[in-house]
Structure formats: C-alpha cells, structure tokens
C-alpha cells in the first residue's frame, strides 16, 4: 500500500500582507485535499502528513542538497498531492506560492529532486499554469527516479463544480486506474477546462527514436502502490526522453 | 477595469441570454437503493445492448461509502453516486491504449461524439421536459522529446463530448451532463451521465433577480477574497456570467433545482493566474445552500517543532 502527504493552501494573507503577491484565497481547497485524504485513507493507505495553511514550507519539497527538508516529507511518501496558487518561470520550472516565507515565499522547481534516494513516485499539483506546453521540458531535472509529475498546463479551476476533484481522483485511484488517468479523468468535471497534465520519463525502448512505445510508459503502466502494476525508477542515467500527456478543450 | 466595469461586464455576459422573469423551482427525486439500483442496471443493459462495455451477468456489484461500483469483465466499472443518480462507466483501458491513427480536426471528432451519443439515445436520460445540447470537445494528446531537443509527432489518444441539460430551455450548470470519450478504434473509453432524475412536480414559481444584482454578489465574494474592498481593475484577465439551473455536484443530495447566476473569473496576479467559478441564487428566496467558501481542514493539529521533532524521531 502507499504512503501519502498531503499540503493544501487556501488563505494567502500573509503572501498579500507582505505584497509578495495579490493572489486572493481558494474557495474548495479543504473539499479537494480532504477528499483525496478520505478516499485513500479509506482505502487502507498510510497518511504520512497533511499540512495546510501556513503549516506548509516551500522546503518540504526542495532537494536536501538544496537547502531543502523533501527527504523527510514530499520525498518520503509514495503520493503527494498539493493545492496552491501556481506558475511557471521562462525556463519551463515550475513556481508554487507559500502564505509563509519558511524559508521562500515561492518554490521554484529547480530546486527539486523528487525520487533520488527516497521515495517519490507521484507528484499531484493542484494549481494554474505549472506545466506549460511550450517549456514543459523545464520540468525534466525533478525526475529523479520519481515517475509522474501531475499539473495544468494553463488555468486551473477553484468553485462550486470542481469541489469534488480530490474525491474523484482518490477513488479512481482505488479503482485501479492509471496514476494518469486518475489525474486527467479526476480533476475534470468536464464544463471548465482545467487544462490537466502528466509528464514522465521514459528509457531508450520507450522513446525508440522518437516513435514512442506509449505502451511501456508510466503513463500507461502506473498505478499507486496496491491496485495494479507500478514500472520500474529509472534514474537519471537510464533516462532517454521526457513525454507529456496532455487534455485541451 | 475597474470594480463597476467588472460587474458592467458580468452583467453584460448575460445580456444576449434570454433570462426569465420567473422560473419554476422543480422538485427532485430523492432516489432510494432500489431505484438507484435499478438506473444503474438500465445504464450497463444500455451499454452492453449496444456492445459499447463487455457482457457480464450483473457483474460484481459492491458498496462503497458514496457510491457503488459494478465490476465488469476486462477491468470496465460501472458507478452509480447515491446521493444523486449519477452514473459512470470506465472502460478500463490504460491511457495511451487504442490511440488514433491520424490527428483529426474537431469537426470530425466532434461528429464521431454525437454520433455515438445518438446511438446511445443519450437524450433519453434528459426527461420528459428536458433535452441535450452538445457544449464542447476535449481532446487528449501526448508528445515527447530526448535530451538533445529532438520531439516527437503528437499523438492523438482521446476525443470526448460534453453535452448540457436543459430543462424547461434553461441549462442545469455544473459538471458537464453527459461526457463520453471515444479511443481511436471508436470504443468507448468513458460515459458519465449527471442528470438527476425530476420527481415531475414543481415546488415554486419564483421571480428571477436581474443579473446586475446577482453579478454585484459575485463581485462581492470575490473582493472579500482577495481581502479588498475592491476587486482591483487591473486584476481582471476574463470574466462570463451564465444564468441557469445549478447542480451541486455528483455526492450531494439536492431536494431541488433551482435558479442561479455562475460566474467564471480568471485573474492575472504578478505571481500567477487565479480561476475562480462562483455562483450566487438567482431568486430572492433561498431554495438550494450555496457553500460559498467550501469546508474547512479536517488534520487539526498544527505543525510546531514539536510536531516536526516527533516526525523526525519516528
């Protein structure tokens, strides 16, 4: 079975106080990231940690040769999922907000390296803009034999009709699909477009000189741990392509 | 854009949708096991007649908290939701199974949707008063590319159609109606079906507020969001309001359906973008709860050192 951890922000007062940004608060934040927890925990899996608010540190997911702590949170569980305003910088990292400078107000992924020596298999980003089509190569340096990084390649809805996302991607979880079909299917209620998406790595066979074997990449073959088959960590060196699998409506 | 514009342009999304001067608030069946069990037989009998899931007697029916889920053959389910009826089907296949050969434009995939929608006599499941309108087309695609830059041709994995009930001609917003996504082979990869089933009586007829006043609600929230007493003009990328029925969600019960205004507001912040859908009553009396601001955090201890020594420890 998985270990899971679980960050969710929906007030950014202090964020706006201290004019690091204007984001206003989240509306169903609590609804999502208490949904996905209640499915998965009902399911037998192992919450290892649910932090919200300003409870939630950028350093919990930076590398700890970074000046990070991910070795002992987003990188000791199997699953993490997190709710925050999002974005990406020019080079295609993706950038997450804090309501609490402990240590930055905002995460760069530059600075992670999911899967190393842990644990990581599955990243959910519940968050705008993070995974953006035209640079989403940016993202490749957090795959350190972590699997499937999960977000939006554009808007992502917070209100009334996608309250219910963490529910639907927790019992598509336990219902045996696929971590990418779990993500794409899950946060989709099908009237906005909340633009999911889900980036892998693949070795040589898999990218088989650009006519990919989709039939061998984590997206096709990943399930969490206790309902179906997970493929193996591929480090750094094994490492031949990046693939991403996007909805557009 | 300032705070008055914001709500000139709300308002003004409405203005070319015909809203009624009253509108009736229509009672809902409140469905019991037997009757939920009996859709869901309906909706897989449906399914296998037209070979679109894999035949099996009944399947391996089981009960979850908020749903039940029918096992069938080759890894396919199908769910039906408790609290409202709503139904789906997943076929099971992994993501990238079954792509498409060739890219296609969304004229044809959209055609390939409603071909299969008509098949399926989706409409039926509208009601007697009701009907269904197609809305819009999703698709799935994947690329990839090597260390060195080189990307790979993009390929098409899914097509799927979203369909809007309407009942009475005002539309039941929320989650999509019908969606049904189609592989490439044409089978069915996925079908949910969100339309609650009427109880055929009408509690009320009530009078529809003018979109101005439910557009100043909205605009309300949102300041009190962003901590303003203001919606700051500059904030604001793209705002729609949209008139219609309102259904909560798949896991909610819901004695009624009853008018609302739905606003969709995108904000461009200097650290990000903020999409936002925020719906208000469109009728002076308050038939149906409207969570504004969703639950709260149920893990309640906070994170002290202590709590991160402890962590560490263990």
Not at chain 1, 149 to 160: E, N, R, T
Not at chain 2, 17 to 27: F, K, M, T, V, Y
Not at chain 2, 193 to 201: F, I, Y
Request: net charge negative; with cysteine; glycine share 10%.
């Amino acid at each position: 079975m998985a270990r899971f951890g679980v960050e969710a922000i929906r007030y950014f007062s202090h964020a706006r106080a201290a004019h690091v940004s204007t984001a206003g608060d989240l509306t169903y934040t609590f609804n999502r990231s208490n949904g996905l927890d209640n499915k998965l925990r009902g399911a037998g899996h192992t919450r290892a940690f649910y932090w919200a608010n300003t409870d939630v540190w950028e350093t919990d997911i930076r590398d700890s040769d970074q000046g990070g702590d991910d070795r002992h949170w987003v990188d000791d569980v199997d699953l993490f999922w997190i709710e925050t305003h999002g974005n990406h910088d020019e080079a295609g990292h993706a950038v997450l907000l804090y309501d609490t400078p402990a240590t930055e107000w905002l995460a760069n992924s530059a600075h992670w390296q999911l899967g190393e020596d842990w644990n990581n298999e599955w990243v959910m980003a519940y968050s705008c803009d993070t995974a953006a089509l035209p640079t989403v190569t940016g993202l490749w340096n957090i795959f350190a034999r972590m699997h499937i990084y999960c977000g939006a390649w554009d808007l992502m809805w917070d209100g009334i009709t996608t309250d219910e996302c963490g529910e639907d991607v927790g019992d598509n979880l336990v219902h045996g699909d696929t971590v990418a079909h779990a993500w794409h299917d899950g946060v989709s209620d099908w009237w906005v477009d909340n633009h999911p998406i889900t980036v892998c790595v693949g070795d040589a066979a898999t990218w088989n000189d650009g006519a990919i074997r989709w039939n061998l990449s984590a997206i096709n073959r990943d399930h969490l741990w206790g309902h179906g088959t997970v493929t193996a960590d591929l480090a750094p060196a094994q490492q031949a392509c990046l693939l991403w699998y996007w909805t557009e409506g | 854009m300032s705070d008055h514009t914001l709500l000139h342009k709300l308002a003004g999304a409405c203005a070319d949708a015909r809203i009624p001067g009253q509108a009736d608030i229509l009672l809902l069946q409140m469905p019991t096991q037997e009757q939920l069990h009996a859709r869901a037989r309906r909706f897989v009998a449906l399914l296998t007649e037209h070979g679109d899931c894999p035949h099996a007697n009944d399947g391996a029916w089981q009960q979850r908290d908020d749903h039940t889920v029918i096992h069938l053959p080759d890894g396919a389910r199908a769910m039906v939701y408790h609290a409202s009826g709503a139904l789906r089907y997943v076929s099971g296949l992994g993501p990238t199974d079954a792509s498409f050969e060739h890219d296609a434009e969304r004229a044809v995939l959209q055609r390939l949707v409603e071909e299969r929608a008509r098949k399926l006599t989706l409409s039926d499941w509208a009601g007697p008063n009701g009907e269904l309108r197609f809305e819009r087309l999703f698709r799935t695609l994947g690329q990839g590319a090597d260390p060195g830059g080189k990307t790979s041709p993009t390929t098409l994995f899914r097509a799927l159609g979203a369909w809007r009930q309407y009942t009475g001609g005002i539309p039941v917003l929320g989650a999509a109606s019908v969606a049904l996504r189609l592989t490439g082979d044409g089978r069915l990869d996925a079908l949910s079906v969100r339309m609650r089933p009427a109880n055929g009586e009408v509690l009320d007829r009530a009078a529809i507020i003018e979109p101005q006043a439910g557009a100043r609600q909205i605009v309300a929230q949102l300041a009190t969001l962003l901590g303003q007493k203001e919606v700051p003009g500059d904030l604001v990328e793209s705002a729609t309001l949209q008139f219609g029925y309102l259904d909560l969600g798949k896991r909610k019960s819901q004695r009624v359906l009853a008018p609302g205004y739905v606003a969709q507001i995108v904000l461009r912040h200097k650290t990000g973008r903020q999409a936002c859908v925020l719906a208000v009553r469109a009728t002076e009396r308050a038939y149906l709860d409207l969570p504004v601001y969703g639950s709260g955090i149920v893990a309640g201890h906070g994170r002290t050192e202590i709590a991160r020594c402890e962590r560490a420890i263990r």
